[in-house]
């Protein structure tokens, strides 16, 4: 019965590759894609993770846009028994300075499209399937904005695929060298642990039912599950890392959806497809196990760092949603080719859109200026009243610490801060500077944009603050 099973499956599969080989054929310009695939996905990756960092270059800008970047390069800064997890980062920023440190995410970025164009090409997926796969996750935004700073899960990718590259070698030596790149994962936060479990789960199934024996590689795969576990437990108990890294930007629903405005996520097109593709994958040989990484969507409900692996899953949904609508028998073949061409190009007008605002998500080169006169000029144990999302630039560029971040779950700071933010007299706002010990405001754009820091803003005139320095939109107010 298992071996009918398996013959089915493989003559779907076989199918399937038929199909979607009749498709490149009657289609010149997706032959040549295919043919030469590896190098012009390889050159938009540069050229697209390229971009962010020449604009910000042009601006005068940071080179790293993302928050999160900061909050890992001042964490590594000072180890201890409680972050273990920030040894290679702290090794690495004593051997690059700043000014290079975008060397790390371009490195790991272009390392993690080399294995993952070599998995997809050992586990058999077809090239239509790899490459469209590939092509859309490096048009997606969260893997422009990923790929150009660093982060949680830019490592995470690249240990993972390490992991997988080294578990899939026929050499028992490298599988066993599996083993170091898993070590660092579990030590990032619970959820990508939880996500790498799910993964190697699904890894493990699938390469069991190749054979109906329990061969030496299920074994090795099935000691490292227990040791992920094993490290997870010890991360989530013994050193306390948190299920999330963050939050490291405000909470909004459509960051999932990039069209929308969100600080990242995937395309409206994409996710579209990805709805379609999730309801026909059952059809397809093997990839009804990418059910099993539905579960991990649920990491929404909880914060939005679980955009990233949520877009990772709804990508490869989105590829068999494509492909599947292009093995279809199309009457009119001229149609089939301007569908393609819409999808494509509004996943393109997604990722210019995307593009075009990216370089407002970071600090200016006048945050810069001003974040460096802080450190220069006010003593180093100042509390500084900002913006919460300025809290990591903040305390990288000034060695200051603000008064709040958005991973703050103190209730009784939360209370003081909103508390701030309502005054709207004088006599409302100062016994809570001076209670909170708060002798001096960072204003950036950010914060005189939002209208959240009106009343603060507007009271600013009273005569007990005054701006000791200003920089085009930033500037620093002292209270007296």
Same mark, same amino acid.
């Given at each position: 019965?298992?071996?009918?099973?398996?013959?089915?499956?493989?003559?779907?599969?076989?199918?399937?590759?038929?199909?979607?080989?009749? %498709?490149?054929?009657?289609?010149? $310009?997706?032959?040549?894609?295919?043919?030469?695939?590896?190098?012009?996905?390889?050159?938009?990756?540069?050229?697209?993770?390229?971009?962010?960092?020449?604009?910000?270059?042009?601006?005068?800008?940071?080179?790293?846009?993302?928050?999160? #970047?900061?909050?890992?390069?001042?964490?590594?800064?000072?180890?201890?028994?409680?972050?273990?997890?920030?040894?290679?980062?702290?090794?690495?920023?004593?051997?690059?300075?700043?000014?290079?440190?975008?060397?790390?995410?371009?490195?790991?970025?272009?390392?993690?499209?080399?294995?993952?164009?070599?998995? @997809?090409?050992?586990?058999?997926?077809?090239?239509?399937? #790899?490459? %469209?796969?590939?092509?859309? @996750?490096?048009?997606?935004?969260?893997?422009?904005?990923?790929?150009?700073?660093?982060?949680?899960?830019?490592?995470?990718?690249?240990?993972?695929?390490?992991?997988?590259?080294?578990?899939?070698?026929?050499?028992?030596?490298?599988?066993?060298?599996?083993?170091?790149?898993?070590?660092?994962?579990?030590?990032?936060?619970?959820?990508?642990?939880?996500?790498? @479990?799910?993964?190697?789960?699904?890894?493990?199934?699938?390469?069991?039912?190749?054979?109906?024996?329990?061969?030496?590689?299920?074994?090795?795969?099935?000691?490292?599950?227990?040791?992920?576990?094993?490290?997870?437990?010890?991360?989530?108990?013994?050193? !306390?890392?948190?299920?999330?890294?963050?939050?490291?930007?405000?909470?909004?629903?459509?960051?999932?959806?990039?069209?929308?405005?969100?600080?990242?996520?995937? #395309?409206?097109?994409? %996710?579209?497809?990805?709805?379609?593709?999730?309801?026909?994958?059952?059809?397809?040989?093997?990839?009804?196990?990418?059910?099993?990484?539905?579960?991990?969507?649920?990491?929404?409900?909880?914060?939005?760092?679980?955009?990233?692996?949520?877009?990772?899953?709804?990508?490869?949904?989105?590829?068999?949603?494509?492909?599947?609508?292009?093995?279809?028998?199309?009457?009119?073949?001229?149609?089939?080719?301007?569908?393609?061409?819409?999808?494509?190009?509004?996943?393109?007008?997604?990722?210019?859109?995307?593009?075009? !605002?990216?370089?407002?998500?970071?600090?200016?080169?006048?945050?810069?200026?001003?974040?460096?006169?802080?450190?220069?000029?006010?003593?180093?144990?100042?509390?500084?009243?900002?913006?919460?999302?300025?809290?990591?630039?903040?305390?990288?560029?000034?060695?200051?610490?603000? $008064?709040?971040?958005?991973?703050?779950?103190?209730?009784?700071?939360?209370?003081?801060?909103?508390?701030?933010?309502?005054?709207?007299?004088?006599?409302?706002?100062?016994?809570?500077?001076?209670?909170?010990?708060?002798?001096?405001?960072?204003?950036?754009?950010?914060?005189?944009?939002?209208?959240? $820091?009106?009343?603060?803003?507007?009271? @600013?005139?009273?005569? !007990?603050?005054?701006?000791?320095?200003?920089?085009?939109?930033?500037?620093?107010?002292?209270?007296?």
């Amino acid at each position: 019965m298992k071996k009918q099973q398996l013959s089915q499956k493989q003559t779907a599969s076989k199918t399937d590759k038929i199909d979607l080989e009749i %498709f490149a054929k009657n289609n010149s $310009y997706i032959q040549y894609l295919l043919k030469n695939q590896k190098n012009i996905l390889l050159a938009l990756l540069f050229i697209l993770i390229l971009i962010p960092i020449v604009i910000s270059n042009s601006s005068g800008n940071p080179f790293l846009i993302k928050s999160e #970047s900061y909050y890992h390069l001042t964490n590594s800064q000072e180890l201890n028994f409680f972050n273990p997890n920030y040894l290679l980062l702290n090794l690495i920023q004593k051997i690059i300075p700043y000014k290079t440190m975008i060397i790390l995410p371009l490195f790991l970025g272009l390392a993690c499209f080399l294995l993952l164009q070599h998995l @997809l090409k050992k586990f058999n997926f077809s090239e239509q399937f #790899s490459f %469209f796969f590939t092509l859309f @996750l490096i048009i997606s935004p969260i893997i422009i904005l990923e790929f150009s700073n660093i982060t949680f899960n830019l490592f995470f990718l690249f240990f993972s695929l390490l992991t997988f590259y080294l578990l899939s070698s026929e050499k028992k030596y490298r599988q066993y060298l599996a083993i170091i790149p898993l070590i660092f994962i579990p030590f990032l936060n619970t959820y990508l642990s939880l996500t790498f @479990l799910t993964i190697i789960l699904i890894y493990t199934i699938s390469e069991h039912q190749k054979s109906t024996k329990l061969t030496s590689k299920t074994i090795i795969n099935i000691f490292f599950i227990l040791f992920a576990i094993l490290l997870i437990l010890i991360n989530s108990s013994l050193l !306390r890392q948190p299920f999330f890294s963050g939050p490291f930007y405000s909470h909004a629903a459509s960051n999932l959806i990039s069209d929308l405005g969100g600080y990242y996520g995937i #395309s409206i097109f994409l %996710f579209l497809l990805a709805i379609f593709g999730i309801t026909i994958s059952w059809k397809k040989s093997n990839y009804y196990l990418a059910y099993f990484t539905l579960p991990l969507l649920i990491g929404l409900y909880f914060g939005n760092e679980a955009v990233f692996i949520v877009s990772l899953i709804l990508t490869f949904f989105a590829t068999v949603g494509f492909l599947n609508i292009f093995e279809a028998k199309w009457e009119n073949s001229t149609l089939k080719q301007f569908t393609l061409l819409i999808i494509i190009l509004g996943l393109s007008f997604s990722t210019l859109s995307y593009l075009n !605002r990216i370089n407002d998500f970071g600090p200016t080169n006048n945050d810069y200026n001003t974040l460096v006169w802080i450190k220069e000029n006010i003593l180093s144990d100042t509390i500084i009243l900002s913006a919460p999302e300025n809290y990591d630039s903040l305390a990288y560029f000034s060695q200051h610490h603000g $008064y709040i971040s958005l991973r703050d779950t103190n209730s009784y700071k939360n209370e003081q801060f909103a508390k701030i933010l309502e005054a709207k007299y004088t006599h409302e706002l100062f016994p809570l500077l001076e209670k909170n010990n708060i002798d001096f405001i960072y204003i950036n754009k950010k914060v005189s944009l939002d209208q959240k $820091y009106q009343y603060l803003l507007f009271l @600013l005139k009273n005569e !007990r603050f005054k701006m000791v320095h200003s920089s085009q939109d930033t500037e620093i107010w002292v209270f007296k």
